[in-house]
């Protein structure tokens, strides 16, 4: 039968054998082995108080950079509520500008219809003036016509009266008349007396107007028929017979007095 292998036998049996006094320890066959720990400690010192350095500078950097930035960030902030405030200030100013723009086009537009009002009122008064004038030159121009009438009347009547007056003078104490005014410049009032003959102090009286050419008769008493009366006066302007008139009067009062 064969023996086995032991690979501890086969060295041990390859070994030369040793005493106990003369055997080396398994710490001297170890190599001497330097690994550095002094100057790896010095080395790592150094490390940790560079990289100390570095944190403590980066720190101080982070935070000189922070301050910086909340300084610029605060400056900032002013900035903006400075010009915030210089925003609202504006647009206040814009907008009490606006204010006083609309108010001042409210007043130019007040003005302008003002102005338009007052130059209608000065047109209007413009042209009244000038119908005034026109009716005052028209009405002085009637008033120097009918002044010069009168004048004209008033010496044909004067001339007339040195004729006249002898004649009128019979006529007053034929007819039983007197001449009296009438309360105006142009009218005269002619009365008789001795015209009914149931009382002689009975007194019939006529107005007559002598303001233009023709004669008219304004008033009597007592009642004639129209159409008679303004016979005799068509006959005295026609004639200007004054007696005759007066006569043909009287017969018309004598008449209506006794048929009264």
């Not at 121009?141 to 019979?170: C, T």
């Amino acid at each position: 039968m064969a023996a086995k292998f032991e690979p501890m036998l086969s060295m041990s049996a390859q070994r030369a054998p040793y005493t106990t006094a003369s055997a080396p320890s398994m710490a001297d066959n170890l190599p001497d082995i330097n690994f550095g720990f002094q100057d790896l400690r010095a080395r790592m010192a150094d490390f940790t108080q560079r990289f100390d350095i570095f944190i403590a500078d980066g720190r101080k950097r982070v935070l000189d950079e922070r301050n910086r930035f909340r300084l610029k960030v605060t400056g900032l902030e002013e900035d903006t509520k400075i010009k915030q405030r210089s925003i609202d200030d504006l647009a206040q100013r814009s907008s009490s500008h606006q204010q006083n723009l609309a108010k001042e086009a409210a007043e130019t537009s007040e003005m302008n219809e003002a102005v338009a009002n007052i130059a209608s009122q000065r047109d209007e008064r413009e042209a009244e003036r000038d119908r005034l004038r026109a009716e005052i030159a028209a009405t002085q121009k009637a008033i120097g016509q009918r002044v010069e009438a009168q004048k004209a009347h008033a010496a044909q009547l004067n001339a007339q009266a040195r004729f006249n007056s002898p004649e009128l003078d019979f006529w007053m104490d034929y007819l039983c008349l007197r001449i009296e005014g009438a309360g105006k410049v142009d009218r005269l009032k002619f009365v008789f007396t001795h015209v009914d003959e149931r009382d002689w102090e009975r007194e019939a009286y006529f107005e007559l107007n002598t303001e233009s050419r023709d004669y008219s008769i304004k008033h009597h008493k007592p009642k004639v028929e129209a159409e008679r009366m303004e016979a005799c006066v068509e006959k005295l302007n026609e004639n200007r017979d004054l007696g005759a008139f007066l006569k043909a009067i009287r017969e018309l009062f004598v008449e209506a007095l006794k048929t009264s």
